[in-house]
């Protein structure tokens, strides 16, 4: 794809170009560092361009429509946010990350953070001052929350209406280059959310330009983008445009789909197979691999096939089922949010196959759902315990450590670092952080935050609750929100922390975990709430087993003969002379699962 | 699928079922031959039930929603129109059909009617007293369109509002039957038209029932047909049930799905997909073969790629760029419809890979279309030089053979079959009919005949008319549309028809004309208006060329040294002593091509 969308800087001249093929004159106003006014031309794409001298470098410009001014489309900095004009900002960069090479998705241990609330200061440059932490962790990849510039300075990133403009109180697009370019030194991988199924409802200034949206398709934030109809040629060069963007000025490693549920595309060549194609291009004319997730909520194995086997060739996308089978056994009251949850063996199918509903009906969706993902290696997907939205989507941003206690916390973190996906943590979550992670806005119209506030009182309405929902507007909302890194090492935190560790170790260095080939995961349930997870390396050598009691009940008997030659590796409780409760399994045949615990055995000698 | 939707006799029963997910209570009010109200029961999926005793065979029926009468959705029979009751039938038929075997798909020659214009009567059975001269013809399949219940006496047919009944006015689900019966005596497949993208805008009672509609899509009818949303597992059920009823009640060898780009499903199963596994399910169980086709305008090859190739997995789709592409250069004024159309080398492509448009920017539509078809086999197409809607959605309603002269006719039938692809006829076409084909239609709405004819004024705003277009509710318009019989064996008609019978007669004996691979077919492009179709059979040994001249003028040399050793088959134009203008070619290595002229040679000597 050729195109040069935005005001870019090419052989020292300062290039304009705008997509508007229904207008016949777009003029590009500069505003400063003097006022000036050039007429632009348009080509027969409906591109409009102008290319003026170097000199102009970081002046501020607006594209002035039908008489009134509006910002770039593209812009690639809106240094005083939606409604000032955009800058015309110069993309070089002392990159020192040239012998970087992504790491293979297979081998991501993924860390999903908020910019804003991941430091006191939510900025780019403060995130690279924890970078050592995530890497002690064994934190290979960190995903950002969308960093498309949105109104005002707090947002979890969803209401973006600058795809190609990072956020301006995050620190911009030079503050994200920083970051990336800290992670590379540091070995650590970056995942950006970027959102192309809809634009945020304050500061869009899209549906002024072109046919960006349409109504053939609604959703839940209205008309959809418009990826098929007339003039689908110029929104899909826009966001594909910004995909590669992304990769090429800013090092970016992957790129995660928010909710391609909401992207209709009904042609011949879906959006993503074309995203899918210009990437594997772009890979190929760089000699990098960059991956494309997708957060689907679809079941539809299709999203994860190559394109050669008729699918849609995304590299892996969210399990949410995972999530949903697990959080249920560990935290029963979550059975109001997912009501067709909480039967040990949909975990174990969770476990074995992907999908949990594969084709029957559910009933929270009132219809039938879902096709067969079984097969598809464990590495086209990627599974969670919590995130931003399992947490925040809720009354009062209850991460699973406001739910549930210490042993059932590392019981869930053993059942995801030893699963056979690729793991993504939520921030805060390996040491049981305190704070809520709630919804939160900086939204102007006052209209528009009175409809926020009707929203949230009628989802939540079901809930038992007295204060309502906390206010999504107010700074204190956000700034509660904030990760307590003080805490981290304390009581608590400090255990869960060093059990994160630690499994996180087990699962870099043991073969049998770095198997995604199907038939290598197995799981023999033994009761309603004991199973015992087994994985197996490919060449057959190496065996992992892990016992888990699911239940606050003391378990007394579990037959495991067939394993007597594993030994114990690691438990979850210990007893009080710092003992494990668990003996090694050629001592006894049948053993004894404190409640809420987990052991982890192996036939490897050399661990 | 073990459905039984509707009013069924069961084990000597009557068994009333239907689906209402949403409704607390329905009663099955009988209005004869006796008033009597029943209370039906509700399972857990949703459908109500009654059994009654098999006395009440025959009997009219309404339900019972919140105190107001409707038929059955899933009514057999309406005999008093839309607006009347149901009726329980018997399906039992005295079928004489029992060594009927479906012809293969790829040795379909098929003639498109509308039931209500190719007899005076209108009626199925009338239709059957003309089932010898499509013999005669060589057609081999027959394609009605839709025949679901209607409002009034005359239409198309895609304003039905009751899928599974036969319009009352053709005579019913007997008179279907009748000719379906009469239709395999004589060795003739039926492909019945069937419209699962929307329901006609008069006396459509289903969203009375259930939520069969979604505003998630909108179509150019207003809301999609709900195929993936909260309760369409009963819609899916209702349409796939639908098509299964069609083959196994009346035994249709093939159904035709209307504007299948209407029907929009995102589900992980498209509808498609799942249609297509029941229907395998059933040819399985039957021991018969059934086809699925597609009227489709995605030109996405998906569409009749199987479905362990990632393909939606229909036999096959009607192509209309083929149609386009000839159209224009048959008939130049023919660009003011289709502008992307009017290349030569277009027309090779539809020859050689089937879709015209396969990625690349179309003007009519504003953005880039579709992908490639090439390497599909040939017999996943049909094309056709007219049909009801090449023809109908015009001012006039004019025939090709309105528009152009017999020479034309006769270059045009000969592009047509001897193409590698599934021939369609439209009723008429076979030997120049003189009677429009346009829109007519019986509604009684004041306001939607209003509407109608508001949008046909507008429609057709752009075209140089005077009179504007034909009042579509009229009695007149629809008459005019009957063929006239009497007429084909006169002057022109008969000519053209002797033509077809020739034309067909060497489709079905040449060997190189049964081969669909496409490496056997090439197109050698002489000028702008000269090409040769150049089919070879599969062995290799049997070989046919066809010269064709779309110009006006004669087209002097045409060097053919390579096929020296064919000789002359057929042409199109006689010199006046009854002699062919043509040589054969081994005895004249340069030709002369009348205007608008086709020649036929082969290198078999046996013909």
């Known amino acids: 794809m050729e195109r040069n969308i935005g005001a870019n800087i090419i052989n020292d001249q300062c290039v304009f170009e705008v997509w508007a093929p229904e207008k016949e004159k777009i003029a590009l106003h500069i505003v400063s560092p003097a006022d000036e006014i050039f007429e632009m031309q348009k080509d027969v ?10 000199s102009y470098t970081g002046c501020r410009y607006y594209y002035n429509l039908d008489g009134k001014d509006y910002p770039d489309p593209a812009s690639f900095c809106q240094p005083d946010g939606v409604d000032g004009p955009s800058q015309l900002v110069d993309h070089r960069f002392e990159w020192t ?24 200061e939510g900025t780019f440059e403060a995130a690279i001052e924890r970078l050592d932490d995530l890497a002690a962790l064994g934190v290979n990849a960190i995903e950002i929350m969308p960093v498309a510039q949105f109104p005002g300075s707090r947002n979890w990133g969803y209401d973006g209406v600058f795809p190609y403009a990072a956020q301006n109180s995050y620190g911009g697009y030079i503050g994200l280059k920083k970051l990336v370019n800290a992670c590379h030194e540091k070995g650590i991988a970056l995942i950006l959310d970027v959102v192309y199924n809809h634009m945020g409802p304050e500061g869009n200034c899209l549906p002024m330009f072109a046919p960006y949206f349409t109504a053939k398709y609604r959703t839940p934030w209205g008309d959809a983008i418009n990826y098929d109809e007339e003039y689908s040629d110029g929104v899909r060069e826009y966001f594909c445009g910004n995909a590669l963007y992304w990769l090429k000025y800013f090092h970016i490693d992957a790129l995660r789909l928010d909710a391609i549920h909401q992207m209709y595309d009904f042609g011949a060549l879906h959006f993503w197979e074309y995203l899918r194609g210009e990437l594997d291009v772009f890979n190929l004319q760089t000699g990098k691999v960059r991956y494309l997730i997708a957060e689907s909520d679809l079941n539809n194995p299709k999203v994860v096939k190559d394109i050669e086997g008729g699918g849609y060739g995304f590299n892996a996308q969210w399990l949410d089922d995972f999530h949903h089978a697990l959080y249920v056994l560990i935290y029963p009251k979550g059975k109001d949010r997912y009501r067709d949850f909480g039967k040990i063996d949909q975990l174990a199918k969770a476990y074995t196959d992907g999908y949990v509903h594969s084709g029957q009906f559910v009933s ?38 406001n739910q549930v206690d210490l042993p059932q916390l590392k019981v869930a973190a053993s059942a995801l670092l030893l699963a056979p996906y690729i793991p993504m943590l939520f921030m805060g979550e390996e040491y049981a952080e305190d704070a809520p992670f709630t919804y939160f806005v ?4 006052p209209k528009l935050i009175e ?22 507007k107010s700074y204190e909302t956000f700034s509660r929100c904030k990760l307590q890194w003080e805490t981290r090492n304390d009581g608590k935190h400090g255990e869960l922390l060093d059990w994160y560790k630690t499994l996180i170790k087990l699962r870099k260095s043991h073969k049998a975990l770095k198997n995604f080939d199907r038939q290598y995961t197995r799981v023999h349930i033994i009761s309603d709430t004991v199973f015992i997870l ?7 050598t190496e065996e992992l087993l892990a016992v888990f009691n699911l239940s606050g009940e003391e378990q007394k008997t579990v037959m495991l003969t067939q394993y007597n030659h594993f030994r114990l590796l690691l438990s979850s409780c210990e007893s009080s002379d710092g003992g494990h409760f668990y003996p090694n399994i050629f001592n006894a045949p049948s053993i004894s699962l404190p409640g809420y615990s987990v052991a982890v055995y192996t036939n490897c000698q050399s661990m």
């Not at 794409?45 to 170097?54: D, Q, T």
């Open 451 to 472: 409809a926020i506030r009707e929203g949230r009182m009628k989802e939540f309405a079901h809930e038992n609750w007295q204060e309502g929902p906390a206010d999504a």
């Open 364 to 401: 929270f969706r009132k219809r039938k759902f879902g096709q067969p993902s079984v097969g598809l290696p464990g590495d086209r997907f990627i599974a969670f315990i919590q995130n931003h939205d399992q947490v925040g989507n809720t009354l009062k941003g209850d991460r699973l450590s």
């Open 45 to 54: 794409k409906g591109y409009f361009h102008i290319c003026l001298p170097g």
């Open 97 to 120: 990350d040239d012998s970087w090479r992504n790491i293979p998705l297979s081998d991501y241990i993924i860390y999903e953070l908020h910019i804003g609330t991941f430091t006191d």
């Open 442 to 445: 900086d939204h102007k119209d």
């Open 534 to 540: 087994h994985r197996i390396s490919k060449d057959e």
